[in-house]
């Protein structure tokens, strides 16, 4: 049994693979399914050794709730101060950047996401957050990693 192509079917193929080597994605692959695969393979720049499923400060969570639990909050140890880009003095801007993050059992910060932007602004702030250390947050003596939101202020 002889297997024959029909020419269309080729063209279309070679079509689809010379385009995603053109716009510079020779895989083929959608851009969310590389996203998927540098995360899950640990490439992900924003993403140094998170742990999976940390509490959110704040929310309550009546699924889970057993008894009173002595709960302390992350506590900042070290502060970097963000870069004020030099753009964004020009162009005077100002204000508050809002980060949601995720602290780490060891103080770390990790998958930090702008909740609240101001363009000019954003990487500056991501990039001092990564910086922060913080003590971590501890249900019933027990450090656990949380997400939490933080604030970045610039001013002039």
């Not at 499923?53 to 909050?73: E, F, I």
Request: net charge positive.
């Amino acid at each position: 049994m002889s297997m024959r192509f029909h020419p269309a079917a080729l063209i279309v193929t070679v079509t689809l693979a010379l385009v995603a080597v053109a716009v510079g994605n020779p895989s083929g692959r959608t851009p969310e399914a590389q996203a998927a695969q540098e995360q899950a393979s640990g490439k992900a720049q924003n993403n140094p050794a998170c742990s999976p499923k940390p509490l959110r400060v704040g929310a309550s969570r009546p699924d889970v709730y057993v008894g009173p639990d002595k709960v302390s909050t992350p506590t900042r140890i070290l502060y970097v101060k963000p870069e004020y880009p030099e753009s964004a003095k020009a162009a005077k801007v100002q204000g508050v950047v809002v980060i949601e993050a995720q602290i780490e059992l060891d103080g770390h910060v990790c998958n930090a996401r702008v909740v609240r932007s101001i363009p000019f602004l954003d990487q500056s702030a991501i990039d001092a957050v990564l910086k922060w250390r913080f003590a971590p947050a501890k249900v019933n003596g027990v450090a656990v990693p949380v997400i939490m939101t933080m604030t970045v202020n610039f001013t002039l």
